[in-house]
């Protein structure tokens, strides 16, 4: 398989992307996975292909030496298969039947999104393991209430997945469900999942929120339990940003 210039600048963002996930401590041993739908770049248009990080494959390596670390693979006409493609055999994720099935799901609607990125967020996993914010949308209005930023930049929230044993089907479809209303969810007890047009989009958005995480830990730690912005100060940016 040829690399033309589109999908080595493709390689390049993952790259980037994996080493901002492991300089943050959100990858360790070989946390996460991304991949990404490179069938528009690819020489061979016949079934789709994905551009993958590898099983067991850790993503401070799938920075330093990308294509040592990652898989690209073509899904058959059939779509009950898929080969790897790229010289270096490589085995995608394990949790390729959750990227898969998010990628089918997004393709379905239309959506103009290529990325799927997992990653480990310290704070927010650990916000998951308090039931009580793992209401529908009491994260997000929590996290969007830390700093104007969040509400402005994740407009749709969090959405929140029960725990579900990494890599099952059950984790894809809960994760599916969420994923009308947000491009980001919590998997419960385990981690975050984005989706966007590139890497840099998820992986922005996971920052940010997991900024209000920090800030929201920050207040606790100080003995306090950080006031939040107003419903009133937050009517006000929504507004103000059209959100
Ligand atoms: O790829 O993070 O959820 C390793 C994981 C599985
Ligand atoms: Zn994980």
Redesign the pocket.
């Known amino acids: 398989m040829k690399y033309n210039r589109q999908l080595t600048e493709r390689i390049a963002e993952v790259a980037e992307v994996a080493g901002y996930l492991w300089q943050k401590g959100w990858a360790e041993r070989n946390?996460?996975n991304i991949s990404y739908n490179i069938t528009d770049v690819a020489e061979n248009l016949c079934g789709h292909f994905f551009l993958v990080t590898g099983t067991n494959r850790r993503m401070r390596y799938v920075c330093s030496s990308p294509m040592d670390n990652m898989a690209v693979i073509r899904i058959s006409d059939d779509g009950r298969s898929y080969a790897i493609v790229a010289e270096k055999y490589i085995s995608p994720t394990s949790e390729l039947p959750s990227h898969l099935s998010i990628h089918d799901y997004l393709l379905g609607r239309g959506r103009n999104q290529k990325v799927v990125i997992?990653t480990?967020p310290i704070e927010l996993v650990a916000m998951t393991h308090n039931a009580a914010f793992l209401g529908r949308d009491v994260l997000s209005r929590l996290l969007w209430s830390m700093i104007p930023e969040t509400r402005a930049f994740c407009p749709k929230g969090v959405g929140i997945v029960p725990y579900a044993l990494?890599g099952s089907i059950e984790l894809a479809d809960a994760t599916i469900a969420q994923l009308d209303d947000y491009d980001v969810v919590l998997w419960e007890k385990?981690?975050a999942l984005g989706v966007g047009e590139n890497v840099i989009e998820p992986f922005d958005m996971i920052d940010t929120l997991s900024k209000s995480a920090q800030i929201y830990m920050s207040g606790r730690a100080m003995g306090f339990t950080p006031a939040g912005m107003s419903d009133a100060q937050m009517q006000q940016l929504k507004e103000a940003f059209n959100l």
Request: glycine content about 42%; hydrophobic content about 0%.
């Open positions: 946390g996460g997992h480990h990494p385990h981690g």
